[in-house]
């Protein structure tokens, strides 16, 4: 039986050619998402810009989520975000914070008066201003940690003009993907922090996976020009990239069309990270390794060691 091929075995695609474009796209994009950062903003949660969590309990039968969304947007106090809880009629009501002790019992009081009688309220908490920015410092802390982490992972893990080359991608697919929750408006809370940490790690997943290939091409061919060699890397790892891709595309793409409100907004961004990560492997970090002079010093180190230069 003949086996299921992605991509040919024996492939010769010039995909350094593409540099010259992807290149000027990537800082364009970039920049964008930088200026549109500045001027536009995250559209930060609950978690982040406070206000009132309610636990309701169905009183008979399962919860209607999407009549209490539009109840509760109807309030006239914000956008509402409801999720919920398995199948056992329990759903969160996450409410906007208001200005003041009476806009907070405002929003209780018309919370009671619109679910009291098909559902019991079962927890009710109000998220302060003073605790929701402990959560934005406590959570861009960690973001910037786990980045720093992999960079000193990247650093260590490869030569110095691999390693820059992975962190140039690394951090391309972190600003691309803010991007992608500043122009979708997708709501950034703390799931938003655990999409971004997951982004990261499947950025370096491809980003390693090209890199070792580089590395392994540079000891055994010395004297082979620079953009055929990265050519070589990109095309010997293409068919385990376009799996590996196609895998995660198509999950995620399940769980965008039938996942549900509740998990929507994370898995959007993880498909759009998806996309982005493995374009970021092929047409920005590899590519970075020309410009980060790979070749040259890898040639003088191995004059220095009086390593025979291999036949290519």
Known sequence: MRLLRLWPDESHFDFMR?????FPLSAAMSLATVVLFLTIGLNFGIDFKGGTLVELQAKSGAADV???????????????EVQELGNQGTVLVRLPLQAGEQGQTAVMNKAHAAFDKDYEFRRTETVGPRVSGELVQSG???VVLSVVAVLLYLWFRFERELALGAIIGTLHDIVLTVGVFILTRIEFNMTSIAAILTIVGYSLNETVVVFDRTRELMRRYKSIPTVDLLN???????SRTVMTATSAFLSLLALVLFGGEAINGFAVVMLAGVVICTYSAIFV???????LGLMLSGAKASQREGVPQAAE
């Open 285 to 291: 970090s590899t590519p970075s390794l020309i410009y």
């Open 66 to 80: 999407a009549a209490i969304r539009h109840t509760a947007n109807g309030f006239g106090f914000g956008e509402a």
């Open 18 to 22: 593409f540099r010259r474009f992807t």
């Open 232 to 238: 070589l890397s990109i095309n010997s790892t293409m």
């Open 140 to 142: 861009t802390v960690g």
